[in-house]
């Protein structure tokens, strides 16, 4: 059982920064486990992979957003952040975090935060 909290989200002039953080309950650390990635969904746009941090550590970006977006995790606080860099108005979205289970098969997702970006 894992449960997701996801927090940083707001509004943000383009060109501004915003971290997002997912802190996962869970009676150990997630990350030998589970796959952990970022999602966004704009309105009238389906939801869609930011990007993802591997069990082993390996890092994976949408093309819309590499260079700009940093996913991380800091293993000692069960923790995954989302270190966002010039935001651009089509960044607008609600984020999710995900875990995903690489084994035992199971998804948890968080219930996301908004993020808009203003021109």
């Known amino acids: 059982q894992v449960q997701l909290v996801e927090s940083g989200g707001g509004l943000v002039q383009a060109g501004g920064s915003l971290r997002l953080s997912c802190r996962a309950s869970a009676s150990g650390n997630i990350f030998w486990i589970y796959d952990m990635g970022w999602y966004r969904q704009a309105p009238g746009k389906q939801r869609e992979l930011v990007a993802v941090i591997a069990t082993g550590g390996d890092t994976n970006y949408a093309d819309s957003v590499k260079g700009r977006f940093t996913i991380s995790r800091v293993i000692a606080k069960n923790t995954v952040y989302l270190q966002m860099n010039s935001l651009r108005p089509e960044d607008t979205a609600v984020y999710y975090c995900?875990?995903?289970?690489?084994?035992?098969?199971?998804?948890?997702w968080g219930q996301g935060t908004q993020v808009t970006v203003s021109s």
């Open positions: 995900n875990a995903a289970g690489r084994r035992n098969g199971r998804d948890y």
